[in-house]
């Protein structure tokens, strides 16, 4: 239980596991004012339970909670106990606050997406946790999610089997990493929305299996002729190229028609 008292304000919340609500109780100097909100208690009760109930389906494989309204609601740390998981899909569901460190329990996981939520946090602990015991994914989706305490190296550390690594508009800073030809499976890469800065590095020239490689928005990044031109030249298997906003001033247009065609 916790109590505020600010001036003519008084906000009492009640808070547990399985529901909250608040009572309010506002004054006015010139009049008496009483306004008295509660937040059903059913309705919270009965939401929460049917979240826990999930927790002991010890042996689920595959969870999809995409395009739900958690109202806000953290991400549990429970989710930490489904150690049969290879796909947890908790997009689009309205979660905040900081991503618990024990989803990096779930070292079985292929593909884990937490993208476009209410604007939950990665702290660079939790992530440098998740790159080492999830050796399995394949797909990571964590676009909208706050890592802008990590540096763009930590990404190195994930697994080198990645298909798929999306983290558009995560607040990351800095210059791009420069070891990126390690994720030579790489199909989809969207890094766009952030703020690096600096060119883009020789070796995104290797990743030879890329479709789509977004890296628009992305602050004071820059693209050299010669990078880009290898990049043209290699990745003959890109269907989907962004690079709205990056600073091109030194490339001739020219050196875009070698682009694949099919």
């Excluded at 928005?217 to 190229?241: C, D, F, M």
Aim: proline share 4%.
């Amino acid at each position: 239980v916790w109590n505020y008292f600010f001036g003519d304000y008084y906000l009492l919340i009640f808070q547990s596991n399985f529901f909250w609500f608040e009572v309010h109780f506002d004054f006015f100097v010139a009049y008496k004012y009483y306004h008295f909100y509660f937040l059903n208690f059913f309705e919270y009760l009965f939401h929460y339970l049917k979240i826990i109930l999930i927790f002991f389906l010890h042996h689920l494989q595959k969870l999809d909670l995409s395009h739900n309204d958690f109202d806000g609601s953290v991400i549990s740390s429970s989710f930490g106990q489904l150690l049969h998981l290879t796909h947890l899909n908790l997009n689009s569901s309205n979660f905040a606050g900081q991503v618990p460190p024990e989803i990096s329990h779930l070292s079985r996981l292929a593909s884990l997406d937490l993208s476009e939520n209410d604007n939950p946090s990665l702290e660079p602990i939790s992530f440098d946790k998740l790159v080492q015991n999830l050796t399995q994914l394949r797909e990571l989706r964590l676009s909208g999610v706050d890592m802008s305490m990590v540096a763009p190296d930590f990404l190195m550390n994930l697994s080198s089997s990645l298909s798929s690594l999306i983290l558009n508009s995560c607040g990351l800073q800095g210059k791009l990493p420069s070891s990126m030809r390690k994720f030579k499976h790489l199909q989809y890469l969207d890094l766009g929305e952030n703020s690096f800065s600096g060119p883009i590095p020789y070796d995104f020239e290797q990743l030879t299996e890329l479709v789509l490689l977004d890296l628009s928005h992305s602050g004071l990044l820059s693209a050299e002729p010669v990078s880009l031109y290898k990049i043209v030249q290699n990745l003959t298997k890109l269907r989907e190229l962004a690079l709205d906003v990056v600073d091109m001033s030194l490339v001739a247009p020219n050196s875009l028609t070698n682009l694949s065609s099919s």
